[in-house]
């Protein structure tokens, strides 16, 4: 079947304004995980569900960020008033539980 | 916490030699490791881990509790190997969640 699908895939905004990058796991898939990725750097954690439940917010960078699920299966990555530095690529990822995770080809997110 | 260390950021090797990218993780007790690949255009895939003790294309890796190492191997690079690598560090008992180092860019020159 299809593999992780994110959208939009590219996104430019202008700083402050508020944008919702989409995931869809592979279908069975129990825990959608978002990471984020700065140019030059490795994908840095910043949150996982587990069916609907948000499990680990830890990694979220401030209150701008917050992530949804509330169908249990498309997740929604939220940032509002968005600033220069939320410029990165943003993955998503998929497992059942405590298994191999599947990364979505991402959405690199723009401030301007 | 927990962090992973790649410390090349590029390796640059001939076709047909051995390449090695170094990584190193802070963790005391027992982890999973494992390698991630980014070919050119394409999405983060799963390429080994520590436990499956297997060799995918060509590349090995062996975990180093003593030196909290996972080096990953290559003992003839083909082209195409270029790829980014990513050594990523999973802790059961710190949730699911993967931590990574910052990648080492490997360049197979014919």
């Known amino acids: 079947g299809a593999g992780v699908s994110q959208s939009p895939r590219y996104k430019v905004a202008k700083r402050g304004q508020d944008v919702a990058l989409r995931c869809d796991p592979i279908s069975g898939h129990v825990s959608p995980f978002w990471y984020q990725q700065a140019l030059g750097q490795g994908p840095e954690f910043l949150t996982y569900?587990?069916?609907?439940?948000?499990?680990?917010k830890s990694g979220l960078p401030s209150d701008r960020f917050f992530a949804e699920r509330p169908e249990g299966s498309v997740s929604t990555l939220k940032i509002q008033r968005t600033q220069q530095e939320d410029s990165a690529v943003y993955l998503c990822a998929s497992s059942l539980p405590r298994d191999e995770q599947f990364f979505g080809p991402g959405t690199r997110l723009t401030v301007l | 916490a927990q962090r992973v260390t790649q410390p090349e950021k590029l390796l640059s090797v001939f076709k047909g030699a051995p390449v090695e990218l170094k990584c190193n993780y802070s963790y005391s007790g027992s982890p999973e490791l494992f390698w991630y690949v980014q070919y050119s255009r394409q999405r983060l895939q799963l390429l080994l881990r520590?436990?499956s003790r297997e060799s995918i294309k060509g590349f090995t890796a062996d975990l180093n509790k003593g030196e909290t190492s996972f080096h990953l191997k290559k003992p003839f690079a083909q082209e195409e190997d270029s790829a980014m690598y990513y050594c990523a560090l999973f802790i059961k008992a710190a949730g699911n969640k993967l931590t990574f180092g910052g990648g080492t860019r490997v360049l197979v020159k014919p």
């Open positions: 520590h436990i």
């Open positions: 569900f587990q069916n609907e439940a948000q499990l680990d």
